[in-house]
């Protein structure tokens, strides 16, 4: 059902934004985030999932009910960011910090374009439909996910802060959290795309013999920084081919 003009409120977008940066979230500490985004979807009056993914970490699923008979449409995004701002070469730098500021007409702040703003941008669009009076037919919902920064444990690297690569999301369509379609405001250059690549990581071995370089000649084959060589060029040579293949393509 048709309203009003819809109008996005900048400075509410902003303010919304803001608040975002403002909470630290690294991927494994994302619930404070989360009850943020509690807070927004019931200024909005939206049904509300909580849903505890584990200890400190959560996903919020706000749903704007439809009048019926529609697609329902889901707009996911994470919480948790690539970095913590803690890190001794980010320290310094203010984009990468908990705290938003705007310069020459943009924001600024950790976790911005990944993607807490996109993020923003979706609290601000059911609010600018609603503000116009539309109804819609089926049901919005937004998911603001933990744990989707590409992060995962392996060998001495365990705990929540590397559980990353779509915990959240894997534990949001398994409890419930499920839509007709989907749209994710990732930084994809600005292009729009039917998904994206995803990534296995592996752990390669190549050994050689331990030995002093004194005693090296005639045994090059024998050195395993030289068979690394021979495993990366493989890799490299596979690449472009599985690059061109339609059903690895993303764009």
């Not at 803001?18 to 939206?46: I, K, Q, Y």
């Not at 701002?85 to 310069?103: D, I, M, T």
């Not at 049901?139 to 444990?153: F, M, N, P, S, Y």
Request: aromatic share 8%; net charge negative.
């Amino acid at each position: 059902m048709a309203g009003s003009a819809v109008n996005v409120d900048r400075e509410r977008l902003i303010e919304t934004a803001s608040r975002l940066v403002g909470v630290p979230s690294f991927t494994g500490d994302e619930e404070a985030a989360a009850r943020l985004m509690v807070e927004l979807f019931e200024s909005l009056d939206l049904q509300v999932q909580w849903q505890q993914v584990e200890e400190g970490r959560a996903n919020a699923l706000g749903t704007w009910p439809g009048a019926g008979g529609g697609k329902s449409l889901m707009f996911n995004g994470h919480l948790d960011t690539s970095y913590s701002g803690r890190e001794p070469w980010l320290r310094s730098v203010p984009g990468f910090q908990p705290q938003a500021f705007e310069q020459d007409g943009r924001l600024y702040g950790l976790g911005i374009s990944n993607m807490k703003g996109a993020v923003a941008c979706y609290v601000e669009a059911v609010r600018a439909l609603q503000d116009a009076g539309v109804q819609l037919r089926g049901d919005v919902l937004i998911a603001a996910v933990c744990g989707e920064i590409e992060k995962t444990q392996q060998g001495a690297e365990q705990g929540a802060q590397y559980r990353g690569y779509a915990a959240g999301t894997r534990y949001l369509v398994s409890h419930g959290g499920v839509a007709d379609m989907c749209l994710l405001g990732e930084p994809t250059e600005g292009k729009v795309v039917l998904g994206h690549f995803g990534a296995l990581w592996l752990r390669i071995r190549v050994h050689g013999d331990f030995i002093h370089t004194a005693f090296s000649e005639g045994r090059r084959d024998r050195n395993s920084i030289l068979r690394a060589r021979e495993v990366l060029d493989a890799v490299l040579e596979w690449i472009p081919a599985w690059e061109d293949d339609p059903a690895n393509a993303y764009r």
